[in-house]
Each structure stands twice: as structure tokens, then as C-alpha cells.
């Protein structure tokens, strides 16, 4: 048997995995870089499990049935807070707030062609100060660097309404 016939080679967007003869294991999920920040991340309700879900559905909204595999934050993710004060004090409530992330992640066609991609994902939300108000939206695009996500976040956050 060629010893190639052996190896599983992966596209090495992340450069995070090299193809290894020895490894049987799928390649998994890496979310170190957005469970590790220091960014507030409180709005989201379990934040990784959340993104995840807004990913898939983001996929098979473009290509229904397709799977998504795994996804690896690649960069520090990047915030936008926006708030008003509160009266008589030295507090601020916050009234809205973005994430964007810069991930490459793999899916599964409904074909079995399998696709790397990569780019960022942002999530703004909108009327978090009013019970019943809040807006979400989020924006999947490819190949964009979380410096060009990061600089749309501002703006993102106020389409939102």
C-alpha cells in the first residue's frame, strides 16, 4: 500500500493541522480564541453553541442539507458596544452591541463534496434595553479578514435598527 494512500490531507487554511499518516480522528471544532477572550459576550446565550447554530443555518439557507463539519475561530474576535447613560449616576445601559469573528470552517454538500471555507461572521443585536425589543441580524461573509468585519461593525449595528 502507498504510503500516501494512508495519510488524510486537509486543506490547512488555519494552518492549524497538518496531515498526519497516524491520524483517524475527524478534525474538531476549535472556539479557543472567542471562550478565551476578554470581549463581553454576556448577550449572546452560550455564545459558541449560538454562533454555531447561526453558521449552520446561514449554510443551509444557501444550500439546503448541507453539514457543517467543524469550525476554528482563527483570529481574536472583535466587539462594538454602544450604550446610553442612566440618569443621576455614572452607569450606562447598553442598548446595543456586535461580534465579528473570522472563522474557517468545513461543510458537506448534500452532494459529498466537501468545502473549505473561510471569513468572518458578524452578529449585531439591537434593543437590549427594552423588554421585548431586541433585533438580531448576522452577516456571513466569505473571505472577508476580521479587519475589514471588524471596521463594518459600527455601521452593522445600527442597520439592526
Known sequence: MDADENTRHVEVPTGA?????????P?????????TT???????????VSIRRALEAALT???PGSVLEWVH???DPVTQVGGKPVEGSNQVTVTRTALAAEFALSVLTP???REILTGSFTWAAAGLDVQGGRRDRTWFDIGMPIGQAGGLLQTRVFEVG
Open 17 to 25: 493541522h497538518q496531515s498526519n499518516p497516524r491520524d483517524s480522528q
Open 27 to 35: 478534525i474538531q471544532d476549535d472556539w479557543t480564541r472567542l471562550e
Open 38 to 48: 476578554d470581549q463581553w459576550l454576556d448577550w449572546l446565550p452560550e455564545p459558541v
Open 61 to 63: 439557507d444557501q444550500v
Open 73 to 75: 475561530i482563527t483570529a
Open 111 to 113: 452532494a459529498g463534496r
